[in-house]
T-cell receptor, first 114, second 117 residues
Framework: DVKVTQSSRYLVKRTGEKVFLECVQDMDHENMFWYRQDPGLGLRLIYFSYDVKMKEKGDIPEGYSVSREKKERFSLILESASTNQTSMYLC?????????????FGSGTRLTVV | AQKITQTQPGMFVQEKEAVTLDCTYDTSDQSYGLFWYKQPSSGEMIFLIYQGSYDEQNATEGRYSLNFQKARKSANLVISASQLGDSAMYFCAMREGYNTNAGKSTFGDGTTLTVKP
């Protein structure tokens, strides 16, 4: 069964810490994405990557960076965690269906910054 | 700019009955796709069904069907014979562009469906 795996389901970090959220997919997909999900705000795209070492900013990249050194792994980095980054983070890789692009999501990481 | 609207924050349905979750969209692109995802309380979003803008027939996938009305820009999800396990949040999403990485996906705010026994 194809999978996107996020390394942590729940994470508690302190303000100012550097935080790494890891995501691995086993489907040989080229495109990977990081979203954050907040009540009332829906899903918002942080960063995405079309290939190894490539990255593109999404709608809300401020305070985040990403790393894609290998095709299967896409990491989200919070350079200096702040309380307003408390959220659910969803990683996804995309598949082609009928010429369109659908997503396979991971289980999410619920991050709390205290 | 593309936009997805889900007007029903919450819905209730009796077990074994059918339910329709509404989704309207706005785009100036001619080539796009509509997708539905299910997010149970566990958190993982699961792809359910999709419809391309050039597809003439409504998509079906088991108990899920997509009522696509292009002129009205609506893509409602119909779940037949609801089960308790259908209780979840449902997201409608739109992806512009065929066979391109240049398009973007936009998600609605979601509808929480509760199936009553």
């Amino acid at each position: 069964d194809v999978k996107v795996t996020q390394s942590s389901r729940y994470l508690v970090k302190r303000t100012g810490e550097k935080v790494f959220l890891e995501c691995v997919q086993d489907m040989d997909h080229e495109n990977m994405f990081w979203y954050r999900q907040d009540p009332g705000l829906g899903l918002r795209l942080i960063y995405f990557s079309y290939d190894v070492k490539m990255k593109e900013k999404g709608d809300i990249p401020e305070g985040y960076s990403v790393s894609r050194e290998k095709k299967e792994r896409f990491s989200l980095i919070l350079e200096s965690a702040s309380t307003n980054q408390t959220s659910m983070y969803l990683c996804a890789s995309s598949f082609r269906i009928g010429g369109l692009e659908g997503y396979t999501f991971g289980s999410g990481t619920r991050l709390t910054v205290v | 700019a593309q936009k997805i609207t889900q007007t029903q924050p919450g819905m209730f349905v009796q077990e074994k009955e059918a339910v329709t979750l509404d989704c309207t969209y706005d785009t100036s692109d001619q080539s796009y796709g509509l997708f539905w995802y299910k997010q149970p309380s566990s958190g993982e979003m699961i792809f359910l069904i999709y419809q391309g803008s050039y597809d003439e027939q409504n998509a079906t996938e088991g108990r899920y069907s997509l009522n696509f009305q292009k002129a009205r820009k609506s893509a409602n999800l119909v779940i037949s014979a609801s089960q308790l396990g259908d209780s979840a949040m449902y997201f409608c999403a739109m992806r512009e562009g065929y066979n391109t990485n240049a398009g973007k996906s936009t998600f609605g705010d979601g509808t929480t469906l509760t199936v009553k026994p």
